[in-house]
């Protein structure tokens, strides 16, 4: 392997600085996937017994503590648990789309060294065989088909290192661009669920009120009642 990067030139060493830069980036993106990805239901499921009592400030606690940023936009809605739903509506879509650039970061950096690395390899095989076919034309004498072969072979190691880097790299891109989706997706579905807890809980406060309200008017004939059996001599 090593007589493969010595014999391709440059450009080799430069389609392997590619690939360590494109491992890097796929190592630090799989361990940021790892650490943000949050169980959305069990995390709903804590959240709502803390919304159903107006508990707003530990609910807004237990955000704080979980990571990722799906709790984070979930925060930013409790916050401002007060406001319409509208309002709590574009406090979530600003809040997701602060997190879009921290969940596809470097993700067109991987995607971009794909598309290059095959070409740089071309480029590195083309500019092989012009230097390959260039001193034979400024040799003395025929060529030798032994010395041709030499030629365009160490031109073949810089194409095939270039496909070598590309690969893998588009495969590693998919891979992480599908885990990127899928952490849009729980955001999003963070944000919506929190909204209906909210609104929600505003129902059933509203619900009690209205019955409170009741049972003192249906309280207050009692106590007129009583208050003229008294007043009677």
Same mark, same amino acid.
């Given at each position: 392997m090593?007589? !493969? %990067?010595f014999s391709g030139g440059r450009l080799v060493w430069l389609l392997v600085g590619c690939s360590v830069v494109s491992f890097a980036i796929f190592l630090e993106r799989y361990l940021y996937f790892h650490r943000a990805t949050t169980n959305v239901p069990q995390l709903l499921e804590g959240l709502a017994n803390l919304i159903r009592r107006?508990?707003? &400030?530990? &609910?807004m606690h237990q955000c704080a503590l979980a990571p990722g940023p799906v709790p984070r936009v979930m925060r930013s809605a409790l916050m401002r648990h007060d406001y319409s739903r509208d309002y709590l509506r574009d406090i979530v879509q600003e809040a997701g789309q602060l997190? +879009? @650039?921290r969940v596809e970061r470097s993700l067109r950096v991987l995607l971009t060294? &794909?598309? +290059? &690395? @095959? !070409? %740089?390899?071309l480029l590195g095989t083309l500019l092989g065989l012009l230097d390959t076919f260039g001193h034979v034309n400024g040799g003395v004498g025929a060529a030798t088909s032994l010395s041709l072969a030499d030629g365009v072979y160490r031109s073949l190691v810089t194409s095939a290192s270039g496909l070598i880097v590309a690969i893998p790299s588009y495969v590693l891109y998919a891979f992480l661009v599908s885990r990127a989706k899928n952490l849009l997706h729980d955001i999003e579905r963070g944000g919506i669920e929190i909204i209906n807890l909210i609104e929600d809980s505003r129902q059933e406060s509203e619900i009690i009120s209205i019955t409170d309200g009741d049972k003192l008017k249906v309280a207050g004939p009692k106590e007129s009642?009583?208050?003229m059996k008294r007043r009677r001599p």
């Open positions: 090593l007589d !493969l %990067i107006r508990n707003f &400030a530990e &609910a997190e +879009v @650039p060294i &794909a598309y +290059v &690395a @095959p !070409l %740089i390899g009642r009583r208050n």
